[in-house]
């Protein structure tokens, strides 16, 4: 039984390698584990056979009737058919002329310095001579203008209507000085008025700010008298305070003085009683001299 269990196995794994794997050749020494599922090997057998190119043969159709070119392409695999297309399928192509192409060339070509100035100097002298050009046109139109208008004979409708204009404009001349005149009177009047208008306002200009100096200088005034009025009662305040210093100064010297007069007493008074004292001890000492004198000899 272990050995119908391996050859079972083995029968089992060699099944499923065949319906996993698909063999590419029966002598094939690489491993086939590298070559990834069944199906991935089938997409790059495909490309490698694009790649390769058509082995067995390529077919093609040529645009006829306004069909499309068609290309056929068989592999060893499958047959496919290309459609190739009519456009260009980015739309960003370009067809130039060859004088187009030649233009842009020389165009981006590099220029040196003296070719720049070169360039630079005929362009100027193409446009100096396209200006001349144009100035002589004009001036030939004009000089045959004027001789046109010389050489031109004026009809009679041409003369009357010339006689027309010109009195027009005469009448129109004369009602334009009058209306001169008038603004000119207009003008002159609004002129005054703003002058007057003016005046009137720097005369009430001038007399509100000498107002308003004067109301100025008077508060002025007002704040100097109240400072000087301070001033002076600070000053009296400081007299009255050195006066009152003053008193009490020579109250304390009068105290000083009557306190020192009043020691020099008691000084006197303990000097007397002292003497005083003195002169009673010196009596009695006299006293007791004079009994001890007196005493008899014997007692001596």
């Known amino acids: 039984q272990p050995s119908s269990d391996v050859s079972s196995g083995s029968s089992v794994s060699v099944h499923s390698k065949s319906r996993r794997y698909r063999t590419k050749a029966l002598n094939s020494e690489v491993d086939e ?25 390529k077919a093609a159709s040529a645009p006829a009737g306004g069909q499309k070119e068609i290309i056929r392409i068989i592999t060893k695999d499958l047959i496919r058919s290309l459609i190739v297309p009519t456009e260009d399928p980015s739309g960003k192509s370009v067809i130039i002329t060859p004088q187009e192409y030649n233009r842009i060339r020389s165009a981006a070509r590099f220029l040196t310095k003296e070719e720049r100035e070169v360039a630079m100097q005929k362009m100027k002298e193409e446009k100096a001579e396209i200006l001349d050009a144009v100035c002589n046109r004009k001036n030939h139109m004009k000089q045959q203008e004027v001789h046109r208008k010389k050489n031109e004979k004026l009809n009679e409708m041409e003369e009357e209507a010339k006689v027309n204009a010109q009195y027009l404009l005469e009448k129109a001349y004369a009602m334009r000085m009058e209306q001169e005149d008038e603004i000119k009177h207009v003008n002159e009047l609004i002129l005054n008025t703003k002058c007057h208008v003016i005046r009137d306002a720097q005369i009430l200009e001038k007399k509100q700010i000498d107002k308003e100096l004067g109301d100025e200088e008077m508060r002025l005034d007002q704040m100097m008298e109240v400072e000087r009025q301070r001033a002076i009662q600070m000053q009296e305040e400081i007299e009255a305070l050195r006066k009152q210093e003053r008193l009490r100064g020579q109250l304390q010297l009068l105290e000083q003085i009557k306190k020192n007069q009043e020691e020099a007493h008691l000084n006197e008074e303990v000097r007397e009683q002292e003497t005083q004292q003195m002169l009673e001890y010196l009596e009695q000492v006299q006293l007791e001299d004079m009994k001890v004198s007196k005493a008899p000899e014997s007692l001596r």
């Open 33 to 57: 584990t590298l070559f990834g599922s069944a199906k991935l090997n089938t997409v790059k057998e495909d490309d490698a056979s694009e790649k390769e190119g058509p082995r067995q043969g």
